[in-house]
């Protein structure tokens, strides 16, 4: 008997309103790897990523995480998300608290830890993200790559089992991007699982082991980073591609 897979998404569907987003999406994630959505905006990326953590209930479907069913009781959706760690276009940091303090907070408020051993964890995890000398930086005296670094270290303080990428980059002038992606791509090498939404089909191409490509709200394909990449795509996946590369 197979492992069930640690991510399963199942004929999910989305509307808002008359607006059907989603559209019988269904793809799984095993542990341990990283999977990169793609496509032309509006295709329904973000809302699916929002989905998986039910900042978004779907409209029907099926989200299973670790073998459980997430969907069914949305009162523990705050219980799901401290397992499940999201970064999102916009840094979202507390303006009022330098790095370490952002970094701190959501240990202290939500898994009990003392105030030194939160400051322990937020100083590990600036080493880990790159930036030890930024520890006691107002966001505002950081660079918007710095800024996107203290919102990883962030998330993997509350040590999720998943990690949500939604645009990590799109909000960073080109010479930053780099520095984020490379943390990223770490931490996938680190065994990670992740889902990412980005357009940067470098790191996809680097990091990811699968990629999804969408349209309109639904999943097109599903191949892995080798295949998708080697051309043994669709020809509406191929056209995505070759304008995104060119």
């Given at each position: ?136 930086h107002?966001p ?13 270290a ?8 998943l ?25 996938s ?58």
């Open positions: 008997m197979t492992n069930p897979a640690f991510l399963e998404v199942t004929g999910v569907n989305k509307s808002f309103g008359p607006l059907q987003v989603l559209k019988e999406c269904s793809f799984s994630v095993n542990k341990g790897e990283t999977v990169v959505l793609i496509g032309p905006s509006g295709s329904g990326k973000s809302t699916l990523l929002r989905c998986i953590n039910l900042l978004e209930p779907p409209s029907d479907g099926s989200i299973r995480f670790q073998g459980k069913e997430i969907t069914e009781d949305l009162r523990n959706a705050d219980k799901l998300r401290a397992q499940i760690g999201m970064v999102f276009q916009n840094f979202e940091l507390f303006q009022h608290l330098n790095a370490v303090e952002n970094i701190m907070l959501a240990p202290m408020k939500v898994l009990g830890y003392s105030r030194h051993d939160a400051h322990d964890l937020a100083v590990e995890l600036l080493k880990k993200v790159h930036i030890p000398d930024r520890a006691d107002l505002d005296e950081l660079s918007g790559g710095q800024q996107q670094r203290v919102a990883i962030r998330a993997l303080a509350m040590k999720p089992k990690m949500l990428y939604d645009e990590p980059t799109s909000a960073l002038d080109p010479e930053m991007i780099r520095e984020v992606l490379d943390v990223m791509t770490e931490l090498a680190d065994g990670m699982t992740s889902v990412c939404v980005t357009h940067e089909m470098g790191f996809a191409r680097r990091a990811a082991d699968r990629i999804i490509f969408m349209e309109q709200g639904s999943i097109i394909e599903n191949a892995s980073s080798d295949v998708f990449f080697g051309g043994e795509v669709s020809p509406r996946a191929q056209q995505f591609l070759n304008q995104i590369l060119h």
